[in-house]
């Protein structure tokens, strides 16, 4: 069974550059998480949705920051225009309604953004 | 969004110690709590839930102290593929639907 698939791995840019992040979460999970590491910040939260609605985006930095999901199989994560700052590994997790008792959320192998 | 904190570390024991790492938690209202393990440049992954009676799976123990809002997880003879950064977790809410993480605590350990 297929996990949660991201792309791109790894993404150089430069600076003030569109950056799209995009997810497929595990079939049948009905919510997805789109989380920020860091060294200095950790595992940030900054978005979740719940049967493709966004439930809690407090977690987003800014307005660079935005993020979708058209159907139940996939989600994208946009940083417009991205900064040095953006610079992190984006994970996205899925998890079901089950799943959430278990504490089990099933990670992606994260995106790595440079931004130069 | 409320805060998980957790010893800084890193921890660098020798195979068989025993290491037991700390996380506090300032939400009252969360109900469920988590250790998560992530190897180095992976993502990471549940290692155990923890609940308010203790739990224990193997060499790991993991335990609660609501009053305190306190977690933690006890890890006995280590083993060298033990060395991982071990994410504390809490329910961001009641409906503990989102998780917030800890920073992490580096555990090294060595032959």
């Not at chain 1, 991205?82 to 192998?109: M, N, Q």
């Not at chain 2, 409320?2 to 037991?20: C, I, L, S």
């Amino acid at each position: 069974d297929a996990g949660v698939i991201q792309s791109p791995r790894h993404e150089v840019t430069e600076m003030g550059q569109e950056v799209t992040l995009r997810c497929k979460p595990i079939s049948g999970h009905d919510y997805l998480f789109w989380y920020r590491q860091t060294m200095m910040r950790g595992l940030e939260l900054l978005i979740y949705f719940n049967n493709n609605v966004p439930i809690d985006d407090s977690g987003m930095p800014e307005d660079r920051f935005s993020a979708k999901m058209p159907n139940a199989s996939f989600s994208t994560l946009k940083i417009q225009p991205s900064e040095p700052r953006d610079s992190a590994v984006y994970f996205c997790a899925s998890s079901s309604l089950r799943d959430r008792f278990t504490g089990e959320l099933f990670f992606g192998e994260g995106s790595r953004l440079t931004v130069l | 969004r409320k805060e998980v904190e957790q010893d800084p570390g890193p921890f660098n024991v020798p195979e068989g110690a025993t290491v037991a790492f700390n996380c506090t938690y300032s939400n009252s209202a969360s109900q469920s709590f988590f250790w998560y393990r992530q190897d180095c440049r992976k993502e990471p992954k549940l290692l155990m839930s923890v609940y308010s009676s203790g739990n224990e799976d193997g060499r790991f123990t993991a335990q609660l102290n609501r009053a305190s809002q306190y977690i933690s997880l006890l890890i006995r003879d280590s083993k060298l593929s033990d060395s991982a950064t071990y994410l504390c977790a809490a329910a961001a809410n009641q409906a503990g639907t989102a998780l917030i993480f800890g920073k992490g605590t580096t555990l090294s350990v060595s032959s």
